[in-house]
């Protein structure tokens, strides 16, 4: 964040506020973190804010702090509308495009708030007046504890924002592996601990919730993986059927994407998750080295994310969705094989 930047959100925070803070749509650990830690923040700034999600999140997020406070669009919407129509100020959190929150989208663009732009991901779009866009941190929780840094307030600081923000950065960097990891990130963490973050515990809550059925689906996953060894690349297929077979709850498909990775060789694995009741495939894209799967999913799947980590979707079904994939891979044979 720039001077300047520093300056109008000093401003815009001076006097006590009505504030709505979005995360993206099906919120990660990154969102969840960063939307309750900037809540815990700004509520005890004196303002009156409000979380508002357009839809659920996993059940090992359910834990975090504040996180029965914040409003889900999809079960209560006309409370969603109005808190969005009365907020002054519109933090975005973990996302840099009104695409990214569903049937949402048209609340923040009827909007007449200001907004405030808080993320980390590629090509973000016009619509904040305070913009904090930052494609090499670690995580938006990251860049929450330096908003808090820069407005003076990390003695604000206390346990249960350590907590979200720990959370967050932990999940965005793979347990602090990813490229995006600094030494400034492990500063951070040693300061969150510091200020009272439950690291063990963490990791527990998040990592250490399996169920049956879980590690059935991802039996299932596994069994389905396919290997194309010409394009150093692997994917998993699960469809509806099968995720109802394994009594599928939101949260449960999550990190599986990345055991394609895990094969020696391989560079660009891929997930695609039917929805039946959306009547698409979401897909997620990962890669390591230079092949950037940002702009492979903004290019064919209507997607987009980080240069090593995307998410799309495809609305054919799962055979042509399958072979207009692999009809793709020979153009970027050299990417996925020099
Ligand atoms: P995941 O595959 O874990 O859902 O998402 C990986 C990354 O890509 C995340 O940073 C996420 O925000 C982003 N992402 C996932 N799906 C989409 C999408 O449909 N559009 C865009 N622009 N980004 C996505
Ligand atoms: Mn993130």
């Known amino acids: 964040m720039n001077f300047e930047q520093i300056e109008a959100l000093k401003e815009l925070l001076s006097t006590s506020k009505r504030i709505a803070i979005i995360p993206h749509k099906n919120p990660d650990g990154d ?21 508002l999600a357009p839809n659920d999140f996993p059940k090992f997020l359910k834990w975090m702090p504040g996180a029965d406070q914040i409003i889900n669009f999809e079960r209560n ?17 973990d996302f840099n495009d009104f695409g990214r929150v569903g049937q949402m989208s048209e609340s923040l663009q009827n909007a007449t708030a200001k907004f ?11 619509y904040a007046t305070v913009m904090y866009s930052d494609v090499s941190m670690s995580s938006t929780c990251e860049m929450v504890y330096n908003l808090i840094s820069y407005l003076g307030d990390l003695d604000l600081i206390d346990k249960d924002i350590a907590n979200c923000l720990y959370t967050g950065i932990m999940t965005d960097t793979g347990s602090f592996k990813f490229k995006a990891t600094t030494s400034k990130t492990h500063r951070i963490i040693a300061d969150l601990m510091d200020k009272g973050a439950e690291n063990t515990e963490i990791h527990h809550r998040i990592y250490d919730t399996n169920s ?17 060894k010409e394009f150093n690349t692997a994917y998993i297929t699960l ?63 209507d997607g987009g994310g980080h240069h090593n980590a995307a998410g799309g979707k495809s609305e054919r079904n799962l055979e042509e969705t399958i072979s207009y994939f692999t009809s793709l891979l020979p153009q970027y044979k050299t990417a996925l094989t020099q």
Request: charged share 25%; net charge negative.
């Open 31 to 51: 969102a969840i973190g960063s939307t309750l830690a900037l809540w815990h923040y700004l509520t005890k700034k004196g303002h009156r804010a409000d979380v």
């Open 77 to 93: 919407n006309s409370e969603t509308k109005k808190r969005i129509t009365e907020a002054e100020l519109i933090f975005t959190l």
């Open 116 to 126: 405030v732009m808080v993320d980390h991901h590629q090509e973000p779009s016009d």
């Open 212 to 228: 049956p059925s879980r590690l059935h689906l991802l039996g299932c996953a596994l069994k389905n993986m396919v290997i194309l």
């Open 239 to 301: 469809s509806q059927e099968e995720l109802d077979r394994y009594n599928y709850e939101k949260g449960d498909t999550e990190g599986f994407v990345n055991y394609g990775l895990t094969l020696e060789g391989i560079r660009f694995a891929v997930i695609f998750i039917e929805n039946r009741e959306e009547g698409i495939f979401k897909i997620s894209f990962r890669s390591v080295g230079e092949f950037s799967v940002n702009d492979f999913a903004r290019k064919h799947f």
